[in-house]
């Protein structure tokens, strides 16, 4: 019961079996070296009990160092000062001084850790000089123990500063890593919705066709239906694509060609099989992209082209690539109501997915009503993009 009791108490302050284990080598060192030191000192007083009691008791008090410092420093400085106006020998005693000192410094407790610097050294000269034990102090050992003073805890400033970079370090990778995952948790978002939102518009739309046909028109119903299988299809195999990625390794290899302006005309192809009336437009000369800039390109095109057939009412659209020499110009218009419900005023994952693909490229991108009717998206891509 006695040993739980203990057991118990010593969790309660915090202290773990690592403390306790150099506690009991430090006190093992000091009483030892204490005591071979004290063989060359015979005019110091010889250690007795309440000598080795002061000697282990540095030791223990330091055991509260992690959750107590100021505590652990107190205790050790009261200590010593103690061991020292005794007149005990000379030895390894000083080594608790300095862990505390440390302990302090690193805990964050830096003007305590000064302020205990001080107490020991005017109450060891102080005490001496009250005690009558040391009438002879020499400017030599107070400008000494005053050096050796501020070195310690210069040294235990060092290390506080090194920990608190390895810290910086650490928060900072930490940091990094979670950009990184929030960044490719948006990307693989933003696929899906493109992907999902494009293929699904499309089979609403002809699924609606097929609907009001296939009595009157069949013929038109099963086109419209093959287009349904196809975007279907399609979409599936995008999103196994994605997933893909997900998994790593041989799964995220691509199977099929990635999104890129050279598909475009499948987009093209798409909305007019919806009854969208798309003319494309190129400007400047034709040159290969950076993987990034093609993606979005192509990205925004299909978006705009899917916001254009669900909400914007319109029967045309015009998309238009203006090839520059350091950005390329994505254009799409419509002559729908110039609206794109919550979406133009980027409250939807549409537009605001426009925007953020913009952006990661240091781009930028307008999305709203055109005068005279219909809608713009208007986005400007830098080409100085690393492939």
């Not at 005990?88 to 000192?101: D, E, I, K, Q």
């Amino acid at each position: 019961m006695v040993a739980y009791g203990v057991a118990m108490a010593i969790r309660h302050l915090g202290v773990r079996p690592s403390d306790l284990a150099l506690a009991a080598a430090l006190a093992v060192v000091q009483v030892v070296g204490s005591s071979f030191a004290a063989s060359g000192q015979p005019d110091r007083r010889g250690l007795d009990v309440a000598a080795y009691l002061l000697l282990a008791a540095g030791p223990l008090a330091l055991t509260l160092w992690r959750r107590h410092s100021v505590a652990a420093l107190a205790a050790v400085v009261v200590v010593t000062l103690a061991y020292l106006l005794a007149e005990y020998p000379f030895g390894p005693f000083l080594l608790s001084v300095v862990a505390a000192l440390v302990a302090a410094v690193v805990q964050g407790h830096r003007v305590a850790a000064w302020v205990g610097a001080a107490i020991l050294y005017g109450g060891h000269f102080l005490g001496m000089a009250a005690l009558d034990l040391a009438p002879g102090v020499t400017v030599e050992a107070l400008v000494g123990v005053a050096s050796w003073l501020a070195l310690t805890l210069t040294v235990a400033e060092l290390a506080r500063a090194a920990l608190e970079r390895r810290a910086d370090a650490e928060r900072a990778r930490e940091d990094e890593a979670r950009r990184r995952v929030d960044e490719e948790r948006l990307r693989i978002a933003r696929e899906l919705h493109d992907v999902l939102a494009h293929s699904i518009t499309m089979i609403n739309v002809q699924a609606g066709t097929a609907l009001h046909l296939i009595d009157e028109r069949p013929e038109q119903a099963r086109t419209a239906l093959s287009t349904i299988k196809a975007a279907s299809a399609e979409a599936l195999r995008e999103v196994r694509a994605t997933l893909g990625v997900l998994r790593g390794g041989e799964a995220a290899a691509p199977r099929a060609p990635g999104p890129g302006l050279r598909r475009l005309d499948e987009i093209v192809a798409g909305a007019g099989a919806t009854g969208l009336q798309v003319d494309v437009e190129v400007a400047g000369p034709e040159r290969p992209l950076a993987l990034a800039v093609d993606q979005a390109a192509f990205r925004i095109v299909q978006e705009a082209l899917t916001n254009v057939r669900r909400h914007a009412g319109a029967t045309s659209a015009t998309v238009r690539l203006d090839y520059g020499e350091r950005e390329l110009v994505v254009c799409v218009d419509d002559d729908g109501r110039g609206r794109v419900q919550n979406d133009a005023a980027g409250a939807g994952s549409g537009i605001e997915g426009m925007r953020e693909r913009t952006s990661a490229l240091g781009g930028r991108l307008e999305a709203g009503a055109r005068e005279g009717g219909g809608f713009r998206v208007l986005a400007r891509l830098p080409l100085d993009v690393p492939a």
